[in-house]
Structure formats: C-alpha cells, structure tokens
C-alpha cells in the first residue's frame, strides 16, 4: 500500500462521519503536501525532522491517522505512528475521535493506559509518558524499578518507540518551557541521531524556535540530510479562504473586570466560553453565575485542572453532551481548554495571557461554520501564573501595535484574525518565549548507551538531581475516601508543591506514618511548610517516597475540583 492509498481511505471514513452530521469533507492541500513530500524522503533515506504549521481547527491529526493506517500494509520504513501530545486532557479527545474512524488506536498515560508498550499502529501519549519510556523507565514499571526488584522491560521500552514515526503535536508547549525545552532538546537530539522520522506541529511557533531547531537538525545531520521541511498553509487553501471570510470582534478591555461586569458581556441565548488564569479565580465566577439568569447545571460546566481523573473524565463526557444537545451553555474555564478540545463558542472572554495562549484560546471561537464570532481580552487581578515582564509586553504590543481606530475609554478595538497567520505571526514571534536551552548532555549518555540500564537511568540520573525535569516538582495524592485503593489512578490529585503547603496549614491533609515522620523531622531543622512541601515532591519525583498523602474531602468537590 502507499501513503496515497490510506490517504484515501481515511478521507472516505471522514466524508461519511461529516455526511451523518449534514457536512461536507473540505481540501486539505497542506495535508497532502506533506504526504507526498514524507512518502518521497523516506524512499530517499532522508532524515526526517517536518515543521507542519497550521492554525486550530485545520485537521492536522489526519496525518497521523493516515500514517498510522499506512504502518499496517506497508512497515519497510516504520512499524507504527507514536502522537505526542503535551496534556492529559487533549489525549482522550484525540483518542476517541481516531477510533471513530479507524479502531487502531490506543492511549499510554502515567497510571491508567491500555497498554505497556507503544505497540498499537497509533498510539497517543503525553511527553511525560513518552520522556520515561524513551529513559528506559517504563511508566507501568517504574514502581518495581525505583524498589529494583526488575528492570521494567527497559530495552524494549525504548525499542519500542525507535521503529517508530514520531508526531508532536502542540509543540510550541514544549519550545517555550525551560524544563520541557532541555528535555525535548534532548530527545530530539537522540531520535535524529538514530534517523527516527519525526513531524513536529503547531499553529504557534515562532521564527526563532524554527531557526532553533533547524540548526539542531543540521548539526545533527552535518548537513548531509535534506529532510528538515516547513510546511505553511497557502493563501488559497480551502480553509483559509473560509476562515479569512469570518468576522472576528476583538477588544482589549484595559480595566479589571469584576465577575458581575463580566457576567454582563455574557448572552444565554449564545454560546458562551469565560477562560481565567487561575483555577481560584475560575472557580469563584463559576460559583457566582450558576445559579444565574440562563445557567444552569445542565447547559454549564467547570473545567480546569485541579480535578481527579476520574472526575476530568466525567466532565469531558458531559462537554460531548453540552455541545450535541445544547444550542446556548456557557463553559467557565483556564489554560486547561487552550488545546485540543474541539468545542466552539460565539462569545469568549478571556484574561490577558501570552500571545501563544491567546491565540490557542482564540482558535475555541467561531470553530464550525460561524460566519463570526467575539473575542474580549479582559485585564487579569495579577500576572500569575505568567510571568509578570511578559505580560506588560503582551498588554503593551496589544495597545500600541494591534489597536484599531479610537478607544472607547479603555476598551481598545483589536486588528487581529486569529486564523491567518500572517496576522498573528508579528504578535508571536515579537512577544513570544524562546529558551536558549540546549541538550542534557548527561542524560543522553545514559539514554543512548546499552551500558546504562533503567536502574542506572534512575539511580545515577535522576536521583542525584538537585532540581526538577520535564515539570516543576509536583506531587502526587489520594482522596480520603478512596484511601483503601491507592493504586486507583482515577482517586488522584497532582499538587504543586505551593497548593501542599496551603492544605498542611490548613489541616486538610493526612500521611502515613513514615512520611509523617519525615515531615517531623524537617520541621525540627526549622524548615517551613513550602520548603517542606518542595521536598516531598522532590522526595517522589526521584522515588524515594513511600506511602501515601491523603486529602481531606472537605477541600474538594466533583463539581469545583480541589480549591485553596
């Protein structure tokens, strides 16, 4: 079979779904661009490293479904398609809507997966997932690893993911945060050494992250190789030409809304998205509407991310039913609906955020065949959890360089399309992050080396760190009720170390006794609760905690998560 072949066939599974839905399958030429190209560079034993850059809402989860289709007929080139993504919450949506087209996928998270290896022809995983296993720590292992009691399958681990082709999606999460960075820096520099054919994608990516990665592509290569490609969506492209028609209603609201002013903007009768920076903030303008004019717990919902995952997935079921059964809802949410989450609101309100969150929250705006939609950027209480420099040079580049025509008082009239990318493109790439990490020289020794084995990776690596990898330390915690099933992923709770602090001095918080006793122990040397908080997450980030941390139920709900 050829790439062309499978192409064909997802297409046609495509056009019947959109057909029971009164739609019609658009071109996609970007998509067959890269297609044509990748089926041309492998024959040719290029070393492919693909730049695909297209807006939200353009389809480019297609690739892997074709790729991964490809892989059964034909494996001369790579066995399977391994999707990385950069949360939890985008893999199951990402998931459900491949195995509605064709059932050959599978998911691999930290704690609840369907599989131990990447072995399916299309596999969904998150980069925490994928960085372990490509260590050699095998995520369904790592407990007998850190105890030695085995290896954890830790050369087929990684095995598993060399016969592969590589998609990372939403990569500019990974390019813009120093701790992703170094690690992705680092994988990257392993998989292209061993010539792993790999397709990066984002809508967001700035000039200087491409440049960035083009030079790690031909150090890498010595310049041998022609297969690092971008891949830019054209002026006439079907999806462009629609989106460029719509009527995007910007405005930057200079003063801090209070919830009734933002209540005010809201319309019942409309589709409505409240995106905040904080899940506190979120939570208490959720709690002031709910029982507002319109509102109600059938057509409203709350998503962020200090939920278990058992009761994130209730929420994403009752998202699939708000969207199919109800004309006007109003979902109040943070960063957790940037990406991945196929929803689409005629009216957003939002809080200032960096342009590349800005723009993925603008992508949940007019999504569908909306011929407008209205977009009000609201001016958040503080900078958190952003960096506060980064958010004066958002705010100042939005009233100097995107303002259109005379304010009204303080509501400045924004001259953005957040489908074209040659509009957005100045506001990224002028605002936008770029960490000048480089590869862990370290790690990649022990990775790459058969030498090292996992109990090596984790002993001799991660063990003798004095600061965080892949995410600043979080850590791990059970509710109190579901005390008795602590090996139930769907009872668990991730908390930065700053949210444990708060729960300690608030009580809220049971140990079993040999971490209890560590705490004790630290308190006599005078440390404080956040400084103690930070070395228990360290403690379990390495390995070395054992026993579990209980919260209380009264700090959380099913209906507003965990709040302090």
């Not at 491949?98 to 691999?108: D, E, G, Y």
């Not at 939403?170 to 960075?181: A, G, Q, R």
């Not at 809508?203 to 083009?214: M, S, V």
């Not at 040659?422 to 990775?447: H, M, Q, V, W, Y």
């Amino acid at each position: 079979m050829k790439i062309e072949t499978a192409h064909k066939q997802i297409k046609f599974a495509l056009k019947k779904k959109l057909e029971k839905k009164q739609l019609s399958l658009e071109k996609r030429p970007l998509i067959d661009n890269v297609l044509e190209q990748i089926e041309c560079d492998l024959n040719n034993n290029e070393t492919i490293l693909y730049l695909v850059k297209a807006p939200t809402g353009y389809g480019k989860t297609t690739l892997t479904q074709v790729l991964g289709l490809y892989s059964i007929f034909n494996n001369a080139f790579f066995d399977k398609v391994i999707h990385v993504l950069p949360q939890r919450a985008i893999i199951e949506d990402a998931w459900e809507n491949t195995n509605k087209l064709v059932k050959i996928a599978t998911k691999k998270m930290q704690g609840t997966s369907e599989t131990v290896f990447h072995l399916s022809p299309i596999n969904f995983t998150t980069i925490d997932t994928f960085t372990w296993d490509i260590m050699k720590l095998n995520t369904k292992k790592r407990p007998r690893i850190e105890k030695e009691y085995e290896f954890g399958y830790d050369y087929f681990t990684q095995a598993s993911i060399f016969n592969s082709l590589i998609v990372m999606d939403e990569v500019h999460y990974l390019l813009e945060d120093k701790l992703l960075d170094r690690a992705f820096q680092t994988l990257l520099t392993l998989l292209l050494t061993q010539k792993i054919p790999i397709i990066l994608m984002s809508a967001t990516i700035t000039d200087k992250q491409r440049n960035r990665l083009g030079k790690l592509y031909n150090y890498i290569t010595r310049k041998s190789s022609a297969g690092f490609r971008e891949f830019n969506m054209a002026t006439n492209d079907p999806f462009f030409v629609k989106e460029k028609q719509k009527k995007f209603h910007l405005e930057f609201d200079q003063e801090n809304k209070d919830f009734k002013s933002i209540s005010s903007l809201l319309d019942p009768d409309k589709r409505n998205i409240v995106i905040f920076n904080t899940i506190a903030r979120a939570v208490n303008f959720y709690k002031s509407i709910e029982k507002g004019k319109g509102w109600t717990e059938k057509n409203s919902l709350l998503l962020h991310g200090a939920f278990t995952l058992g009761d994130k997935q209730e929420n994403i079921s009752k998202l699939e039913k708000i969207k199919d059964e109800e004309s006007s809802f109003l979902i109040v949410s943070t960063q957790a609906i940037e990406a991945g989450v196929d929803i689409s609101a005629d009216i957003m309100i939002t809080e200032l955020a960096p342009p590349n969150n800005l723009i993925q929250r603008m992508g949940r705006v007019a999504r569908k065949e909306e011929p407008q939609g209205r977009i009000i950027i609201t001016k958040p209480v503080n900078a958190r959890p952003y960096e506060k420099e980064l958010m004066k040079r958002t705010e100042t580049y939005l009233i100097n360089d995107l303002a259109k025509g005379v304010a009204q008082g303080k509501v400045v009239q924004l001259g953005l399309h957040p489908r074209d990318p040659s509009s957005f493109n100045p506001f990224i790439n002028t605002i936008g992050k770029n960490p000048k990490t480089t590869a862990d020289e370290n790690l990649l020794r022990f990775i790459s080396l058969p030498i090292y084995r996992s109990v090596d990776v984790l002993n001799s690596f991660l063990r003798t760190r004095r600061d965080a990898f892949l995410r600043d330390f979080q850590l791990s915690a059970l509710l109190s009720s579901k005390k008795k099933r602590k090996n139930n992923y769907f009872s668990q709770l991730r908390l930065p170390p700053w949210k444990l602090a708060k729960l300690m001095e608030l009580q809220a918080i049971e140990m079993d006794q040999e971490i209890e006793s560590l705490v004790h122990d630290w308190q006599k040397k005078g440390y404080n609760l956040q400084k103690i908080a930070f070395l228990l997450a360290k403690e379990q980030a390495k390995g070395s905690l054992r026993g579990a941390i209980i919260v209380k139920n009264k700090v959380y709900s099913s209906r507003y998560g965990l709040v302090v």
